[in-house]
């Protein structure tokens, strides 16, 4: 049994972490819509953020104890994870018709995101140089977003705004604050126990905290863009599905380690320079056949995807 625990705890700490993740957006989204902030702003700001809270107080809590392998393999692995397994279980279920949407400057930020992480990367340490760097480009990218969005919403004046994700207008005050503590105070316990355990079981099958990042916690930190994704597809809106997966590998990138690298300096494992980091490029490479290809992901490519995936998985671990 006390091989097991630590599994447990893991467990545990995660399902913590993403209830809490979600107990935060909710009570954060209603807070702000009731002291008057637009609908747009808390879209662009609060939900992106607080639905990548679990993966940023992870990274945080892996630097503070000493395990930044962790931190790092928990946004290289999870942006692999997002494109060919949350974009390829769900196409295996229902195709997802990509090529009506429109992506193209989304993703090519993606992509420049992508190439500049690498570029930092290459320096050996991602320290405070670094974590500016990455957050003045994602301060560019919310910027951007905004105008887009501000020019939309002028465009189509005659129609309501949309609620963002967990609005609630007949919310009452004592539930709004109930949602906030719960995400304030399961968020870094979750992160906590995940975090403290995922260091045990590395050293008890002897891989680093790097594969642990990169293979459990990467997966675990996945699970809510494979929901909104997998009900996107039955619901047939590829334009979430694929936006979902572009804006979370953004932001993951930009703010989750340039927040991170800001509380203390994460080296760069060497096997992140052969490896791990040209394949979360080239599975992003891999996003052009349908965002300028106007291909659809059917059920084929959905099959090649999670196998690609799981064949990744498969050399991580041998």
Partial sequence: MSDLMPWLLSGLGLVILLLAGDALVKGAVNLSLRL?????IVSLTIVAFGTSAPELLISIQAVLEGAPGLA?????????ANILMVLG????????HTGECNTRKTYNFMILASLLFIGLAYRGVFDWIAGVVL????????????????????????????????ADPDMPGWRIGVFLVLG???LPLGADLLVDNATIIAREYGVSDTVIGLTLVAIGTSLPELATTTMA???????VALGNVIGSNMFNLLA???????VGPIPVDPEFLRFDLWVMLGASLLLAVF??????ITRGWGILLTALYGGYMLLLLS
């Fill in 36 to 40: 008057g902030v637009p609908a747009l």
């Fill in 256 to 262: 989750i380690i340039g927040i991170a690298s800001l």
């Fill in 233 to 239: 597809a039955l619901r047939r809106q590829a334009d």
């Fill in 291 to 296: 965002v300028y290809g106007n291909r659809d």
């Fill in 89 to 96: 279980v769900p196409a295996i279920l229902a195709a997802m």
């Fill in 184 to 186: 304030l105070i399961g």
């Fill in 135 to 166: 957050l003045a480009a994602l301060a560019l990218v919310l910027g951007d977003a905004f105008r887009d969005a501000h020019q939309h919403r002028n465009a189509c004046k005659g129609d309501d705004a949309e609620e963002p994700e967990g």
């Fill in 72 to 80: 790092l393999g928990n946004v290289v692995g999870s942006n692999t």
